[in-house]
């Protein structure tokens, strides 16, 4: 029986895959915007602003076949464990590294699950805020896990990934998304210096982040 | 002749008329030096590249008549709304109204097209839409910005779902003569506005000096001039699709054309306000679909209204 389920899990995973990213380009037209790097076979980060639940699967469609099939997301367990069908998604159709989130239990420590996954040759995409940012500034103060992968692997590109206008298609509390136009903007990479201080690191990245977003004047 | 074969002898000439322009494009390459990009010549394929694809789709959908005309232009208007809602103002509050604007208006619109009831779709967007959205953001609280906010999206609505749908809308006009026939109408309309913004663009490059709306458009009165001329020469001869006659046919293309050329200077300068280039990147090479279809836009409502007050 278990031996059918992962059979069965493994085929529907790309099938779910292609139904997601075919989804997402029907209702927000998601255009990848390459402007600081070439979509090339490379292992880097993405970090980027997260205002949706949207987001993760959002850089996940844009990234062309060869990219994202070495692409894995880090996401929260919690959400991501919930039901079955959650399950089934972040773990088949993602390959998420999944964090689990909990401080006051015994758990696995996150930093060593994000470099072993690096260290097996995966790109990643992670979200440095940590939480949704519900507020009206760009970004929230970037948590220490990108200064932590920076200083442990500093080979690997930081790509800051900016996303547009997810916010306006699936606000919190809606259910039914508007079909706006989103783009994915991805910049130029960005490196730990030597002996650079974490926050003044934090800055920059959440500065080159910003930096990404596409103007439109309202 | 039935209405199929003259579609297809349609077709036939629009595809003969764009392998001389393939060609012509690729003999103009070929004369310039290798490794010099030409923004004209590349606009220009793009434009031929596009056309293209619009004239199968085109064929396709006046060959299943009514159902696939309208179905055609459902699309088009949800991408035209899309791109249009993607650079207007709105707030949290105004979720809801999209929602309905995209998922009930617009297909309602088309809805009432289909069947036909002049009465309900001429006013249905301009009078209910209208109304209904604002009560819709207002119930949410959010005032900042209230007034910009519903009177773009009701803008959004007229020009890419209102205005779009006239065209469909063409076949439902009782006018003289054979049914079947109305389609080729729209055909009509189509090709004399599209035809007529290309030599526009043509003669504006080769002849143009006088900018009309200097910092808005490249747009030239005597590309204009020679644009309209064309398109009206073009109705001339396409008079046997409608039942205007030649002299009407003319007329009716002339007006078309003008409006739908002021059209895309309207649009190009909401483009210019918002600081984007393009509506969107969905055409490779061209734009939006409200790129594509700025002018046919404008032209739609005022050609419908007008044969139906003349020709009805």
Known sequence: MTWMTRNLRTFAAPIVGHGIRLFARFTTAVRADWKGIEPVVKQRVYYSNHTSNADMPMIWSVLPGAIRRQTRPVAAADYWLKTPLRAF?????????????????????????????????????????????????????????????????????????????LNTVMPKGEIIPLPLICTVTFGQPVHLKDDEPMGDFLTRAADALVAQRPEVRK | MTTTTEILLLMLGASGILIMLTIFGDLVRARRPAGAPNPVLETYTTRVQSWWAMVILMTLALLTGMFGVSMLFGFVSFAALREFLTLTAKSKADHRSLVLAFFVVLPLQYLFVGMGWIGLFTVFIPVYAFLLLPIVSALRGDTSRFLVRVAETQWGLMVSVFCLSHVPALMVLELPGDGARRVLVIAFLVIVVQLGDLLDFFFGRRIGKRKIAAGISPKTWEGMAAGVLSATAIGGFLY????????????????????????????????????????????????????????????APVFFHLARLIWT
């Open chain 2, 240 to 299: 046997w699709l409608t039942p205007f006659g030649v002299l009407g046919a003319m007329g009716m293309a002339a007006v078309a054309s003008t409006t739908g050329m002021f059209g895309s200077i309207v649009l190009a300068a909401i483009k210019k306000d918002r600081g984007v280039r393009d509506w969107s990147h969905l055409i490779p090479g061209q734009g939006g679909f409200v790129d594509q279809l700025d002018s046919v836009i404008f032209a």
């Open chain 1, 89 to 165: 998604a972040g773990r088949d159709v993602f390959r998420a590294v999944l964090i689990d989130r909990r401080r006051d239990v015994e758990r696995d420590d996150p930093m060593a699950l994000i470099l072993a996954a690096l260290d097996e040759g995966s790109s990643l995409i992670i979200f440095p805020e940590g939480n949704r940012n519900m507020t009206e500034d760009p970004l929230l103060p970037f948590r220490s896990g990108l200064y932590n992968i920076a200083k442990a692997r500093p080979d690997v590109d930081l790509v800051p990934t900016w996303i547009a206008n």
